[in-house]
C-alpha cells in the first residue's frame, strides 16, 4: 500500500508495505547469508598507521598504549577496520541513520535538558547513513568480546549476545507500532532502569547513577582547575591527558567561539553571550579518538559561576568512507559536507535527548563539534557487574538502538525483514562469534 499526500505526487509507502519487502529480501540476502563471516586480507597495523596521519604526533604511542591493553580496548579503537570488514559481508540492502560505533561503552548516562538523568547512545563520530546490521553486529561483538574479558564461560557469553539481539529484534517491532510522536520520544531515565534491574545487580546501577548526578561543570571546576594570578579559572596541568598550548593568536579562538555561537538555539546563544572565556586546554579522550584534537573550554558568568565545554575535532565517517552506494530514501543525508554538523545533526536523530549545547564551526580547514563536558555523564564499568548486571546493562544498549533505528524511514523494512521468530538473531551471533576471532588475531599482530 501507498499513502498519498494532498498532491498525488507525494507518496510513501505504508509500514506493512515496507516490511513486507523487507520480508521478500529475506529471499536475496539470507539469514544463513548474514550468519557466515568472509575473512577478510588487509594490514591492521598499516590501516592504523594510516589513519594516525592525521592526528597529533606525540599522542600515537599514547594511542597505541591505550588500544593494547586488551582484545576489547583494541576493539574499541578499531572502528575502521571494522567497517571496512563490514563492507565485504553480506548486507541486507537498507540503510538507516547509524551509530557507526554502537560498541558497549558507547552507551551511558547524561542529562536530559529538563535535568532528568537518561541512558543512551552516547558517541556519535562516526554516525552517518549506513547498513543497519552494521551497528548491531558492532554491538554484538563488543558483548561477545567484553563477556570473555569479564571472564564468563563460552556458553553464558553466546546466551547475553543473543538475548541482546533479540531485544534489539523485539524493540524495534515494539517502538514502532508506537505512534510518530511517542515513537520519537520514548527513553529510558534512571527510574526506568532501577524498576528493571534485579535486585542483584540493584547496587551497582544505584552506585553508577548517585556518581552521574555529581559531575557538572562545578565539580569540574573544583577537582581540575585553579586560579592564575589574575584570578580566572584555568586548567591544571595533568600531561599529556589535559596540557595547555603554545599561546597563540587569542582572536582566532574567540572568532571560532563566535562561529560555534551562531549555531546553537537561541536561549543557548543568549545563554553563552552572558560567558566571558577564561582558560583553553588540550584534553586527550577515549581510546579510539586518541590523536584526534580535543580541547577543554572554560566560561565565566558575570555571577563567577562556570561552564565546560568540550570542543572535538570531527573527520569523515568511517561508515561512509567503505559504505556502498545503495538506493536509499536517505541517499540525500549522505551530502553533509562539515563532519562536525554531521556528528551534531546524527546524534539530534539518534538520542532521544541531545544536549543544548551541541553545535558546530569550521577552523583552518578543520571540523569541530561542541558539547558539555561531563554533564552528568556516567559509564558502567563492565568488571563491576555481575551476570545479571551485565546482562541487563546490555539489553538496555540494544534496546536503544532499536529506538534509534526506529527514527530512520527504512525501518519498518528492517524490522520485516528480521521477522517474528529467533531465525535472525541466532545467524548474527554466528557471525559475531567468527568475527570476534578475528579480533583476537588482529589484536595479536597489534600488540608485536
Same mark, same amino acid.
Given at each position: 500500500?501507498?499513502?498519498?499526500?494532498?498532491?498525488?505526487?507525494? !507518496?510513501?509507502?505504508?509500514?506493512?508495505?515496507?516490511?513486507?519487502?523487507?520480508?521478500?529480501?529475506?529471499?536475496?540476502i539470507t539469514f544463513k547469508d548474514q550468519g557466515k563471516f568472509t575473512p577478510v586480507t588487509r594490514d591492521v597495523n598499516k590501516m592504523i598507521n594510516k589513519q594516525n596521519e592525521t592526528r597529533i604526533p606525540e599522542?600515537?604511542?599514547?594511542?597505541?598504549?591505550? !588500544?593494547?591493553?586488551?582484545?576489547?580496548?583494541?576493539?574499541?579503537?578499531?572502528a575502521l577496520i571494522m567497517a571496512h570488514d563490514l563492507s565485504q559481508q553480506a548486507i541486507s540492502g537498507s540503510q538507516l541513520i547509524i551509530c557507526g560505533d554502537a560498541h558497549i561503552n558507547n552507551f551511558g &548516562?547524561?542529562?536530559?535538558?529538563?535535568?532528568?538523568?537518561?541512558?543512551?547512545?552516547?558517541?556519535? /563520530?562516526?554516525?552517518?547513513? %549506513?547498513?543497519?546490521?552494521?551497528?548491531?553486529?558492532?554491538?554484538?561483538?563488543?558483548?561477545?568480546?567484553?563477556?570473555?574479558?569479564?571472564? &564468563?564461560?563460552?556458553?553464558?557469553?553466546?546466551?547475553?549476545?543473543?538475548?541482546?539481539?533479540?531485544?534489539?529484534?523485539? %524493540?524495534?517491532?515494539?517502538?514502532?507500532?508506537?505512534?510518530? !510522536?511517542?515513537?520519537?520520544?520514548?527513553?529510558? %531515565?534512571?527510574?526506568?532502569?532501577?524498576?528493571?534491574?534485579?535486585?542483584?545487580?540493584?547496587?551497582?546501577?544505584?552506585?553508577?547513577?548517585?556518581?552521574?548526578?555529581?559531575?557538572?561543570?562545578?565539580?569540574?571546576?573544583?577537582?581540575?582547575?585553579?586560579? /592564575?594570578?589574575?584570578?580566572?579559572?584555568?586548567?591544571?596541568?595533568?600531561?599529556?591527558?589535559?596540557?595547555?598550548?603554545?599561546?597563540?593568536?587569542?582572536?582566532?579562538?574567540?572568532?571560532?567561539?563566535?562561529?560555534?555561537?551562531?549555531?546553537?538555539?537561541?536561549?543557548?546563544?543568549? &545563554?553563552?553571550?552572558?560567558?566571558?572565556?577564561?582558560?583553553?586546554?588540550?584534553?586527550?579522550?577515549?581510546?579510539?579518538?586518541?590523536?584526534?584534537?580535543?580541547?577543554?573550554?572554560?566560561?565565566?558568568?558575570?555571577?563567577?559561576?562556570?561552564?565546560?565545554?568540550?570542543?572535538?575535532?570531527?573527520?569523515?565517517?568511517?561508515?561512509?568512507?567503505?559504505?556502498?552506494?545503495?538506493?536509499?530514501?536517505?541517499?540525500?543525508?549522505?551530502?553533509?559536507?562539515?563532519?562536525?554538523?554531521?556528528?551534531?545533526?546524527?546524534?539530534?536523530?539518534?538520542? #532521544?535527548?541531545? /544536549?543544548?549545547?551541541?553545535?558546530?564551526?569550521?577552523?583552518?580547514?578543520?571540523?569541530?563539534?561542541?558539547?558539555?563536558?561531563?554533564?552528568?555523564?556516567?559509564?558502567?564499568e563492565m568488571n563491576e557487574l555481575n551476570h545479571d548486571g551485565f546482562l541487563q546493562y546490555v539489553e538496555g544498549c540494544a534496546l536503544l538502538l532499536s529506538r534509534a533505528h526506529a527514527q530512520s524511514p527504512n525501518?519498518?523494512?528492517?524490522?520485516?525483514?528480521?521477522?517474528?521468530?529467533? #531465525?535472525?538473531?541466532?545467524?548474527?551471533?554466528?557471525?559475531?562469534?567468527?568475527?570476534?576471532?578475528?579480533?583476537?588475531?588482529?589484536?595479536?599482530?597489534?600488540?608485536?
Amino acid at each position: 500500500m501507498i499513502l498519498y499526500g494532498i498532491n498525488p505526487d507525494q !507518496m510513501i509507502p505504508t509500514s506493512q508495505a515496507l516490511r513486507q519487502k523487507g520480508k521478500e529480501a529475506r529471499s536475496i540476502i539470507t539469514f544463513k547469508d548474514q550468519g557466515k563471516f568472509t575473512p577478510v586480507t588487509r594490514d591492521v597495523n598499516k590501516m592504523i598507521n594510516k589513519q594516525n596521519e592525521t592526528r597529533i604526533p606525540e599522542l600515537h604511542d599514547l594511542r597505541r598504549e591505550r !588500544m593494547s591493553v586488551s582484545p576489547f580496548t583494541f576493539y574499541r579503537g578499531t572502528a575502521l577496520i571494522m567497517a571496512h570488514d563490514l563492507s565485504q559481508q553480506a548486507i541486507s540492502g537498507s540503510q538507516l541513520i547509524i551509530c557507526g560505533d554502537a560498541h558497549i561503552n558507547n552507551f551511558g &548516562l547524561y542529562a536530559s535538558p529538563e535535568r532528568r538523568l537518561v541512558f543512551d547512545l552516547n558517541d556519535f /563520530d562516526e554516525a552517518a547513513p %549506513g547498513p543497519w546490521e552494521w551497528d548491531l553486529k558492532r554491538l554484538i561483538t563488543s558483548i561477545i568480546l567484553c563477556g570473555e574479558e569479564l571472564g &564468563l564461560r563460552d556458553d553464558q557469553v553466546k546466551e547475553i549476545a543473543t538475548k541482546a539481539a533479540m531485544h534489539y529484534r523485539l %524493540g524495534l517491532r515494539k517502538v514502532l507500532e508506537l505512534s510518530s !510522536m511517542k515513537r520519537y520520544s520514548v527513553s529510558i %531515565g534512571e527510574e526506568d532502569i532501577l524498576d528493571k534491574v534485579s535486585s542483584k545487580s540493584e547496587e551497582s546501577f544505584k552506585k553508577v547513577i548517585k556518581k552521574a548526578k555529581k559531575r557538572d561543570s562545578e565539580q569540574v571546576i573544583s577537582k581540575m582547575t585553579q586560579e /592564575d594570578s589574575y584570578g580566572r579559572r584555568v586548567f591544571i596541568e595533568n600531561p599529556p591527558v589535559l596540557t595547555h598550548m603554545e599561546p597563540g593568536p587569542a582572536g582566532s579562538v574567540e572568532e571560532s567561539f563566535e562561529a560555534y555561537k551562531k549555531t546553537v538555539r537561541p536561549d543557548i546563544e543568549m &545563554l553563552l553571550s552572558q560567558h566571558i572565556l577564561t582558560d583553553l586546554a588540550r584534553r586527550v579522550v577515549g581510546v579510539g579518538s586518541v590523536g584526534t584534537r580535543c580541547f577543554l573550554l572554560v566560561l565565566t558568568c558575570e555571577n563567577s559561576s562556570h561552564l565546560v565545554l568540550q570542543i572535538k575535532e570531527a573527520s569523515q565517517s568511517v561508515v561512509t568512507a567503505y559504505n556502498p552506494i545503495i538506493g536509499s530514501p536517505l541517499q540525500s543525508w549522505r551530502t553533509i559536507s562539515d563532519n562536525g554538523r554531521r556528528v551534531c545533526d546524527y546524534q539530534q536523530i539518534l538520542q #532521544a535527548y541531545s /544536549d543544548p549545547f551541541l553545535g558546530h564551526f569550521q577552523s583552518k580547514g578543520t571540523d569541530y563539534y561542541v558539547r558539555q563536558f561531563r554533564d552528568m555523564k556516567g559509564s558502567f564499568e563492565m568488571n563491576e557487574l555481575n551476570h545479571d548486571g551485565f546482562l541487563q546493562y546490555v539489553e538496555g544498549c540494544a534496546l536503544l538502538l532499536s529506538r534509534a533505528h526506529a527514527q530512520s524511514p527504512n525501518a519498518n523494512w528492517v524490522a520485516g525483514y528480521m521477522g517474528k521468530t529467533d #531465525a535472525f538473531e541466532q545467524e548474527i551471533v554466528k557471525w559475531c562469534i567468527s568475527y570476534s576471532r578475528q579480533v583476537y588475531r588482529d589484536y595479536e599482530v597489534f600488540v608485536k
